[in-house]
Nanobody, 121 residues
Framework: QVQLVESGGGLVQAGGSLRLSCAASGTIFSPNVMGWYRQVPGKQRELVATITSGSSTNYADSVKDRFTISRDNAKNTVYLQMNSLKPEDTAVYYC???????????????WGQGTQVTVSS
C-alpha cells in the first residue's frame, strides 16, 4: 500500500506561479512513475506530467515550457512547478504513483486526494 499526500494548491492570479508537492509513503517499489493529473467538473481526468524513478519526463502539450516536474527519490516526493499560470489551468490536481512488483509483476496504481488550483483572470 502506498499513501500520497499532496500540498501546495491555492488561488493565484494569471501569470503567477504555484508549486505542488506530493510525498509517497508505504511499500514503494522501483522502478516507478510518479505524476500529476488534473480534472475539472464534467471532464475526464487528464495527464499533466509524469516522471520516472530514472527522471525521464513527459508533459501534456498544454503545459510544456510552463510546468516542470521533478522528484526527490530519497524523499519519495514529486514536485510540479507551475509558472505562467492561465485560467484554463484551474482544476483539481491529483498526484499519481504507478509501480510493478519486482517478483509477482502485479501492477499498482495509487492516487492522492487532490488539491485545488484556481487561477483568476
Amino acid at each position: 500500500q502506498v499513501q500520497l499526500v499532496e500540498s501546495g494548491g491555492g488561488l493565484v492570479q494569471a501569470g503567477g506561479s504555484l508549486r505542488l508537492s506530493c510525498a509517497a509513503s508505504g511499500t514503494i517499489f522501483s522502478p516507478n512513475v510518479m505524476g500529476w493529473y488534473r480534472q475539472v467538473p464534467g471532464k475526464q481526468r487528464e495527464l499533466v506530467a509524469t516522471i520516472t524513478s530514472g527522471s525521464s519526463t513527459n508533459y501534456a502539450d498544454s503545459v510544456k515550457d510552463r510546468f516542470t516536474i521533478s522528484r526527490d527519490n530519497a524523499k519519495n516526493t514529486v514536485y510540479l512547478q507551475m509558472n505562467s499560470l492561465k485560467p484554463e489551468d484551474t482544476a483539481v490536481y491529483y498526484c499519481n504513483f504507478k509501480s510493478t512488483h519486482p517478483v509477482t509483476g502485479r501492477k499498482y496504481d495509487y492516487w492522492g486526494q487532490g488539491t485545488q488550483v484556481t487561477v483568476s483572470s
